[in-house]
């Protein structure tokens, strides 16, 4: 295999023209960040992030349930990363309710297990996560645990981005992890070059020139550069476990609107664990922060530096919006890895 610097290389002399690539994972900001890639890439070649922090697309609407069920006493368990999203009315985390922070659903069906009191597990993520709490469910947990479903599923917002054009995107970077589960046969209706890739400096890079091949070709298609852990059908049994549980759902994103089929929900017979039905909540469309762009972020059609706010009132320590908060999200990551325009 080629050298990240060989890859590079190539690269710069491959590109002639402004070329602009959207990833949808908070693995790919992270390490794109961290391992400084874009300073070594062609001038003209951009990649941005979209809508691929599972946190941060959590509309406001979905943390203020949250916050309605800590004030009808339920315990609630949530992943660290939730904790200081504001909601309308504050945070999981300043709430002063009894907040578990877990690693896992299992981890808050043993909360339930140990209590009569009423447990909700927050269950953000991607298809990455799914499967997992749809195990889980299926493995009959305590009658006092619920879920708040929050997920989402990646390839109906890429619809929703291609038909709106406003990022003006010439393929995308497709997320490896999710593509570990569900394949990448369903993303081949999207007539952009697109390419599955790992998380390694030189998978990116790779990545980035099989996109920049289709497009000099003129072709399009899914190519796999993250073989090694991605085939085209995905994970079978994981995806079965998960369609078993959940159905697809219309659902708002942050920064979106509400995206048709994006979301899952519990199917009917698991009517039980599901939280919303069980206290009657029901998701409120809440505005945005004035300031805060990470709307735009999301949509790929931002840096965090454009904000007026990034590194001044809005840090991790006192963050604004939920791009700041999650260790996915692109304002954290750029903060951390003090990345510069
Ligand atoms: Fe929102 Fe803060 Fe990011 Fe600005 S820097 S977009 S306020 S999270």
Redesign the pocket.
């Known amino acids: 295999m080629a050298t990240g610097n060989e890859i590079a290389e190539t690269l710069r002399g491959l590109v002639d023209r402004d070329m602009t690539f959207m990833h949808i994972c908070g693995t790919h900001e992270a390490a794109i960040a961290r391992t400084g890639l874009r300073s070594i890439l062609p001038p003209q070649l951009k990649i941005v992030m979209g809508p691929g922090c599972p946190v941060c697309i959590t509309p406001q609407g979905e943390i203020d349930a949250a916050l309605d069920l800590v004030e009808k006493g339920c315990i609630i368990a949530t992943y660290g990363d939730l904790l200081r999203v504001p909601g309308s009315k504050g945070s999981l985390e300043s709430c002063g309710g009894d907040i578990r922070v877990v690693q896992g659903i299992h981890k808050a069906v043993e909360i339930a297990e140990k209590t009569d009191k009423e447990v909700v597990f927050i269950s953000v993520g991607f298809e990455t996560t799914a499967p997992t709490v749809a195990a889980s469910i299926l493995s009959n947990p305590p009658k006092n645990f619920s879920i708040l479903s929050c997920h989402r599923v990646v390839p109906p917002a890429m619809k929703w981005l291609l038909e709106q054009g406003e990022a003006k995107l010439d393929g995308f970077m497709l997320p490896g992890h999710v593509c570990a589960v569900m394949g990448y046969d369903e993303y081949e209706q999207f007539p952009v070059p697109q390419v599955v890739a790992g998380f390694e400096a030189e998978d990116i890079l790779l990545g980035l020139l099989m996109l920049v091949e289709q497009v000099r070709e003129g072709k399009h298609r899914v190519d796999n550069a993250y073989p090694r852990v991605v085939t085209r059908e995905g994970n079978a049994k994981a995806k079965k476990i998960m369609y078993e549980v959940f159905e697809p759902s219309d659902v708002e994103w942050r920064g979106f609107p509400v995206i048709p089929q994006s979301g899952l929900r519990l199917k009917e017979e698991f009517g039980q664990y599901d939280a919303q039905k069980k206290f009657g909540i029901v998701y409120k469309k809440v505005s945005k922060?004035s300031?805060?762009?990470?709307d735009?972020?999301l949509r790929g059609i931002?840096e965090?530096t454009d904000?007026?706010?990034?590194?001044k009132?809005?840090t991790p320590r006192t963050?604004?919006?939920?791009?700041?908060?999650s260790h996915e999200?692109?304002?954290?990551i750029w903060?951390l890895y003090q990345v510069k325009k």
Do not use: D, E, N, Y
């Not at 999200?329 to 954290?332: L, N, T």
């Open positions: 922060h300031a805060c762009i990470c735009k972020v931002a965090p904000c007026k706010l990034f590194g009132v809005c963050p604004v919006g939920p791009c700041m908060v999200g692109a304002c954290k903060h």
